[in-house]
């Protein structure tokens, strides 16, 4: 028989059935949906929490610290070897000095870092007034180092001048009495009452003098290329370190999680298993002199096998993919009920469910392949039918 007409018959025997049919594609969906929400609410904590740590830029950088002998410093030197490597797209140094801020009558000392602007971003600051943004006349200043100045109303100090005297570093990089006074306007204010610091543009400190740099920002072009960048640097003798490390590590425990989560769904899945195994053992004994007279018109015991195997496959594919589709549904109410709550109370609205694309195709297969399982003993007990016992049977 052509592979049409095998699923033909199949579609029919399932059809003239719908009530049995329904009830145990439903067993199906059943399993695969409680799968699909258990499973896409861990993918969504997963990416949720990836990106409360980094965001995806993030996760391309590598941060490089001075070696422990004295020769390896951060220097225009190293960043020229570093910029050669084939995986590098940018490097960025970052320096750091003593300085005092004086705003009115008030003053303090705080700790200025230099970097460049295109990678103030990677520095996982928590904002709490005004813009990410430095420049030459701009900087973000720690709301530790403005309470030390006596201000209380953070907000208000966004746009406002302040002076800053950096001390100037001698031919040796070390830091010298001679100070340089540099005016500029704050435009952000980052969420830290322990430590006083403030960012600027890496120009403002590189003219005080040569000095070794603080730490090297290295951003590959590719995330998976991020661990080839190390090794490189290290094989220098310099240490190195990258969030990726916790993001390896998040995704160590949730996939742990999502294994758990997933068995849950599947006790549910193998009890719809035994349902369609039921189903075709039942479907068997109704349909002995129907596959009788099949044989004796000349249908061949693999045809007879065929028919009860695509029915098992048939109901396997329907169940995963109503499944995926009403594991989806439930996710994404669930999804908005709980957002719902969180902006009405004074929260912020995340997505807490997702379903990538190759889990989905994943358990659709995985319920097409379990059904088809189900149903193969049915299937060669039907096609070892002998004829005229089939006929006899009533």
């Given at each position: 028989m052509r592979f049409i007409d095998i699923f033909r018959m199949a579609f029919g025997n399932l059809k003239r059935n719908?009530?049995?049919?329904?009830?145990?594609?439903?067993?199906?969906?059943?399993?695969?949906?409680?799968?699909?929400?258990?499973?896409?609410?861990?993918?969504?904590?997963?990416?949720?929490?990836?990106?409360?740590?980094?965001?995806?830029?993030?996760?391309t950088l590598v941060t490089v610290r001075p070696g422990n002998e004295k020769e390896q410093l951060l220097n225009d030197e190293l960043i020229d070897k570093l910029e050669s490597l084939g995986e590098v797209v940018?490097?960025?140094?970052?320096?750091?000095?003593?300085?005092?801020?004086?705003?009115?009558?008030?003053?303090?000392?705080?700790?200025?870092?230099?970097?460049?602007?295109?990678?103030?971003?990677?520095?996982?600051?928590?904002?709490?007034?005004?813009?990410?943004?430095?420049?030459?006349?701009?900087?973000?200043?720690?709301?530790?180092?403005?309470?030390?100045?006596?201000?209380e109303n953070n907000a208000g100090v966004i746009d406002q001048e302040v002076t800053v005297e950096l001390y100037k570093r001698d031919g040796k990089g070390e830091i010298t009495q001679n100070k340089t006074n540099k005016v500029f306007t704050i435009s952000g204010i980052v969420t830290d009452d322990k430590v006083k610091f403030?960012?600027?543009?890496?120009?403002?400190?590189?003219?005080?003098?040569?000095?070794?740099?603080?730490?090297?920002?290295?951003?590959?072009?590719?995330?998976?290329?991020?661990?080839?960048?190390r090794r490189s640097i290290e094989s220098m003798g310099y240490p190195t370190t990258s969030i990726k490390d916790t993001v390896d590590q998040i995704d160590q425990a949730f996939m742990i999680i999502k294994s758990?989560?997933?068995?849950f769904g599947m006790i549910a899945l193998f009890v719809a298993a035994i349902g369609i195994f039921n189903t075709m053992t039942i479907s068997l004994l109704e349909r002995t002199h129907e596959i009788g007279v099949m044989k004796a018109i000349g249908g061949r015991n693999k045809d007879v096998s065929r028919i009860f195997?695509?029915?098992?496959?048939?109901?396997?594919?329907?169940?995963?993919?109503?499944?995926?589709?009403?594991?989806?549904?439930?996710?994404?109410?669930?999804n908005g009920l709980v957002n719902f709550i969180a902006v009405s109370v004074g929260g912020e609205a995340n997505d807490y469910f997702s379903l990538p694309i190759d889990f989905v195709l994943i358990v659709i297969a995985f319920s097409f392949v379990v059904s088809t399982v189900a149903g193969i003993w049915p299937a060669r007990r039907a096609a070892k039918l002998n004829p005229l016992e089939a006929l006899r049977y009533e």
């Open positions: 719908k009530m049995r049919t329904t009830l145990t594609v439903a067993g199906v969906v059943v399993g695969i949906g409680a799968i699909v929400f258990l499973v896409s609410l861990g993918f969504g904590l997963q990416d949720l929490m990836i990106r409360k740590v980094a965001n995806l830029e993030a996760l940018n490097v960025s140094p970052v320096l750091t000095n003593p300085a005092s801020i004086s705003i009115d009558d008030s003053f303090s000392d705080l700790l200025v870092r230099g970097i460049r602007p295109e990678f103030i971003m990677f520095e996982e600051l928590s904002l709490s007034e005004g813009a990410m943004e430095i420049d030459d006349s701009k900087m973000i200043i720690s709301s530790a180092a403005l309470s030390s100045l006596n201000i403030a960012y600027v543009h890496f120009d403002n400190l590189k003219i005080l003098g040569d000095a070794p740099y603080y730490e090297l920002k290295v951003k590959a072009a590719e995330r998976n290329q991020v661990e080839t960048v758990v989560l997933g068995a195997s695509t029915e098992a496959a048939i109901i396997g594919l329907l169940g995963g993919l109503f499944g995926v589709g009403s594991g989806w549904i439930l996710g994404m109410a669930l």
